[in-house]
């Protein structure tokens, strides 16, 4: 008899600018690649950010918000756009995205960082510095300095003027952002490094705070050199995680098929391994993505001499055909 298929509910949120172009694709990709792996998914997809705003009046509808909660991840392409920038602040499509986090419990962001040796020359590094840069960031989402109470202004003993934030964490709060980085490093090299202080290390996993995690991982992001590229992951205690791209909304080049899929193709491939466990059809993704820039296909970001120019929707189907060609 056949095995009994293994089906998962995925929440699809387009949102604005490139999302839908990158998600679509996506979605293809998570489709076909569960297909080879005995995987099926239901799909739903819903309104989030201006495309929300322009639908209800609303950045996170409540059935969108409902929705992702029921089910078993969510991705979620980009938010925002030129269209809503003078918006006021609840009415913001950004806004959508902070009530969704928030709603969904994410406390622990994912963030890899890695310097594809195809892509070597889109880093911003000397290549020698470059090769082999494969690390990810864990960053804690809810708690730190953002949140920080007592916050505000006073006098200090000698009367002058002060300013003050609080950094605060529980011990289950760091417990459980030290357990997902733990569980992280397991699946990758098996180490952990801790970020309080500068530590000269070669680093793996890299477990830190709110404020920290934002600024590291945004500079990660930097030594590869191409945002088109990177995904991540949101994950919570026990409910559906997030994944996104860490690139934006993208408005100057919406709409016109030259966005790169593939920073969201990654994001399945982490919902596949982080939110369900499935790492031989995520690791089935990373293949094809790379089988897919191994046979000279980029979008405009990555693109170099020597390399076939695509755009987003060709560039998916090169990934399509990448998955189906594993074996
Ligand atoms: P955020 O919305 O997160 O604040 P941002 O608006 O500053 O980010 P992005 O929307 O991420 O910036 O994009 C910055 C620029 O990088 C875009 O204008 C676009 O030219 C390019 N870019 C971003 N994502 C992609 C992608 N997936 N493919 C190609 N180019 C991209
Ligand atoms: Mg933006």
């Known amino acids: 008899a056949e095995p009994p298929r ?17 998600v679509s694709v996506a979605k293809d990709v998570l489709s076909l690649a569960g ?23 609303v950045p996170l509808p409540e059935e969108t918000l409902a929705a992702a909660k029921e089910s078993d991840a969510v991705l979620l392409g980009a938010i925002g756009g030129y269209k809503w920038d003078s918006n006021e602040k609840h009415l913001k499509p950004e806004t959508g995205l902070l009530q969704l986090r928030a709603g969904l419990g994410v406390f622990a962001n994912l963030r890899p960082a890695t310097v594809l040796p195809q892509l070597i020359d889109a880093s911003t590094l000397k290549k020698e510095v470059a090769e082999g840069v494969d ?8 708690g730190g300095i953002y949140f920080g109470k007592p916050r505000g202004f ?20 760091i417990d459980r952002i030290a357990r997902v ?22 680093f793996d996993t890299i477990v830190t705070n709110n404020i920290f995690g934002d600024i590291l991982s945004d500079e990660a992001s930097m030594l590869t050199g191409s945002i088109g590229m990177l995904p991540s992951a949101s994950i919570s205690e026990s409910g559906p995680g997030l994944f996104e791209p860490i690139h934006g909304s993208a408005p100057d ?6 966005a790169n899929p593939l920073a969201t193709v990654l994001s399945a ?4 391994r982080y939110g369900f466990g499935e790492e031989n059809a995520a690791k089935r993704i990373e293949t094809a993505v790379i089988e897919t820039l191994n046979r000279g296909f980029r979008t405009g970001d990555i693109h170099s001499y020597g390399t076939t120019l695509v755009g987003c929707k060709r560039m998916g189907e090169e990934v399509l055909r990448s998955v189906d060609s594993e074996k």
Not at 35 to 57: K, V
Request: hydrophobic share 40%.
């Open 253 to 258: 080049i919406a709409g016109q098929d030259k």
């Open 135 to 142: 690390l990810m960031v864990v960053r804690e989402l809810t």
């Open 181 to 202: 980085a733990f569980e992280v490093a397991r699946k990758r090299r098996g180490k952990v490094c801790s970020v309080d202080k500068a530590n000269v290390l070669e």
């Open 6 to 22: 293994r089906s998962y509910s995925v929440t699809l949120l387009p949102g604005d600018g490139i999302g839908p172009e990158v």
């Open 35 to 57: 297909s080879h792996e005995g995987i099926e998914f239901r799909f739903s997809e819903m309104p989030i950010g201006g495309a929300a705003l322009d639908l209800t009046g």
């Open 269 to 272: 491939a982490m919902l596949l």
């Open 154 to 173: 006073g006098t200090n003993h000698e009367g002058e003027e002060i300013g003050f934030n609080t950094e605060v964490y529980s011990v289950s709060e």
